[in-house]
């Protein structure tokens, strides 16, 4: 009778907790599509009001009216403001971004074959960044008071000080200037079918992005490490005789992770404007150099469609790693 | 001293860049933007002690003109975020629940929106300088501090003391003043000086990238994307506006967290 008891609360707690989970993914869902509708709402009002005629922009000053009627016809401009955007959003959430209104290519096809370049790029970055930023800060934890733990954590003060700029070009100097291991910049014309020199040449780029990525990743993982071993549990594994160490590694490691991952969501939107600036320096060929172009040329459609479609991005990652999170650590699910 | 390092170096390094600005009102080796070929891309000597650049342009008196440059923004851009974001956020945190929750998301999403993204945006609307990216760069830093002020307001408005304050009957103004930026005051601080940071190193890269400080005005974003083109000639060049950012931002982070230390005893121990 006891038993049934048990398990019969056991199970209804299970069930609450799933539905608990799915609830709070659908409530996060809702809020990354809320969010994403919201925020290309504003870039739209933004690029489209403010700048004046866009058919007047295309054709210049002397264009005739009757030339300025026809293009406004023909990319819709006559509509009201609220169709125009419901018009772009509709073909936006099928992936259809439009064509540029000054040089007419496919905005979709264009951010895709820059994504070839600025993807890897991103991907390398944080694979460095969290290889590094993550043992180095648990291991400058674990020595919060021995000098090797300060010096750690100053560098790393240090690390998130410097432009990601600056590294850049300090780097070109040292390992392409000085010592010719890599090149200074550009992207192979033929893309990764030559995968080693693509490779080669995004190894200082990617390096560039992870230093300040890493620093600010590593202040996170060291403090909420040291927020782990001041708890009871951690004394308590401690005197049952394990090392600081294996102590951190059986029951710390887990709780100490969670706001590293909660920190990795923030991070992204960072990461994709550490990506538009390092892709500068290096002058390579991706979605960051792009969005710099268009903006020189004023090409609003296209810094539009650019500007949502990188937007999208930040908030779906934002959105998966919520979602993550929620699954990880019930806490998180239970405050929403 | 001993105690906070942080605090210790934060202050000498901010107090080191606030007088190279104000110095630079008044003087300056050279006229930053004289310019004379005999002399391009000198090495350090006496007569120029960090060298010229290419356009014969000496290099400190540029870079103590763009500490000018570099600190009126940080400044601006404090003034903007701290007004627009303790506002937002103490307005949110006293108001009832639907606003609340509306301020909630709409700061979740300025927030995830990336600050330099907006500024390129901006800068492509109505053309870069130096007023674009402070207000671009205040918009996002203000989401932030809206979002922490919003936070520890909710924090003290359960505590016992606002509610003895209610039963006492003061009203809703007295109970900001006299009861809730007293006790956020030091955050604020720590986010103010954390915003500067922000700021600095936001508005170097916008200059670095074209779309912040417009020439003719010194910037030391500038300075360093116009010695990338002569890295293979002259390295060095490059390395001084550099270190001129980290010296200041590293100055501001100092300053936040030496004061964060000094105002939480339980930080003090563990975290120097």
């Given amino acids: 009778m006891m038993l049934e008891m048990h398990t019969q609360l056991r199970q209804s707690r299970k069930n609450n907790s799933l539905q608990n989970l799915v609830l709070y993914i659908v409530r996060r869902f809702t809020l990354f599509v809320g969010s994403l509708v919201a925020a290309s709402a504003l870039v739209f009002l933004l690029l489209r009001i403010l700048p004046g005629d866009l058919a007047q922009a295309k054709l210049g000053i002397d264009a005739s009216p009757d030339a300025l009627m026809q293009t406004r016809s023909e990319f819709g401009l006559d509509d009201p403001l609220i169709l125009q955007f419901l018009k772009w959003l509709s073909h936006a959430s099928r992936g259809d971004l439009g064509v540029s209104m000054l040089t007419g290519v496919n905005i979709t096809q264009e951010i895709v074959s820059k994504a070839t370049v600025t993807l890897p790029l991103i991907g390398l970055a944080s694979a460095l960044a969290l290889i590094f930023a993550i043992p180095l800060g648990m291991y400058s934890a674990l020595n919060f008071r021995q000098r090797k733990g300060i010096t750690i954590s100053a560098v790393s003060q240090l690390g998130i000080a410097i432009p990601t700029f600056w590294v850049g070009v300090i780097l070109v100097t040292i390992f392409s200037v000085k010592f010719q291991i890599f090149p200074s910049g550009g992207f192979p014309d033929a893309g990764w079918s030559s995968w080693s020199s693509c490779l080669e040449s995004l190894v200082l780029p990617a390096t560039t992005l992870a230093l300040g990525q890493g620093a600010m990743l590593m202040r996170f993982a060291r403090s909420a490490t040291i927020d782990?071993?001041?708890?009871?549990?951690?004394?308590?594994?401690?005197?049952?005789?394990?090392?600081?160490?294996?102590?951190?590694?059986?029951?710390?490691?887990?709780?100490?992770?969670?706001p590293v991952v909660s920190v990795l969501g923030m991070q992204i939107a960072t990461l994709i404007v550490g990506a538009i600036i390092v892709e500068h320096v290096f002058a390579l060929p991706g979605i960051g150099q792009m969005l710099l172009q268009d903006v020189s040329i004023r090409d609003y459609t296209k810094v539009q469609g650019t500007v949502a479609a990188t937007t999208a991005a930040v908030f779906f990652v934002s959105f998966l790693i919520d979602a993550i999170l929620g699954l990880l650590n019930p806490k998180s699910r239970a405050s929403q | 001293m001993n105690q906070n390092r942080n605090l210790f170096f934060g202050i000498c390094l901010v107090a080191f860049s606030s007088t190279m600005a104000l110095l630079s009102?008044?003087?300056?080796?050279y006229d930053p933007l004289e310019i004379n070929p005999?002399?391009?891309?000198?090495?350090?000597?006496?007569?120029?002690?960090?060298?010229?650049?290419?356009?014969g342009r000496d290099v400190l008196s540029n870079l103590l003109a763009g500490s000018r440059t570099t600190l009126i923004t940080a400044f601006l851009v404090v003034i903007i975020t701290m007004s627009l974001g303790v506002t937002t956020g103490?307005?949110?945190?006293?108001?009832?629940?639907?606003?609340?929750?509306?301020?909630?998301?709409?700061?979740?999403?300025v927030l995830a929106l990336p600050a330099v993204l907006f500024a390129i945006v901006l800068a492509a609307i109505r053309g870069p300088s130096t007023l674009t990216a402070v207000i671009a760069i205040s918009i996002a830093t203000s989401a932030a501090v809206a979002q922490v002020t919003r936070r520890e307001v909710a924090v003290v408005l359960n505590s016992d003391f606002v509610l003895a304050a209610k039963a006492c009957n003061s009203n809703k103004l007295k109970i900001v003043q006299k009861h809730i930026v007293p006790n956020i005051r030091a955050s604020l601080f720590i986010q103010a000086s954390g915003a500067a940071a922000i700021a600095i190193l936001a508005e170097s890269t916008l200059s670095y990238l074209g779309l912040g400080t417009t020439p003719p005005a010194p910037s030391w974003g500038r300075m360093l994307a116009s010695s990338q083109q002569y890295l293979l000639i002259d390295p060095v060049v490059a390395l001084w506006p550099g270190l001129a950012i980290i010296i200041t931002v590293l100055g501001f982070n100092l300053l936040g967290d030496g004061v964060r230390e000094a105002l939480d005893p339980t930080l003090r121990k563990s975290k120097s």
Wanted: charged residues 15%; positive net charge; proline residues 4%.
């Fill in chain 1, 228 to 258: 782990v071993i001041q708890q009871e549990y951690f004394r308590t594994a401690r005197a049952t005789g394990l090392t600081r160490g294996q102590a951190l590694q059986i029951h710390g490691m887990r709780n100490s992770l969670l």
């Fill in chain 2, 25 to 29: 009102v008044f003087w300056t080796p």
């Fill in chain 2, 38 to 55: 005999d002399v391009s891309l000198a090495k350090p000597s006496w007569a120029h002690l960090l060298g010229t650049d290419v356009l």
């Fill in chain 2, 90 to 109: 103490i307005g949110a945190a006293l108001s009832p629940r639907w606003f609340n929750r509306t301020a909630i998301y709409s700061i979740d999403i």
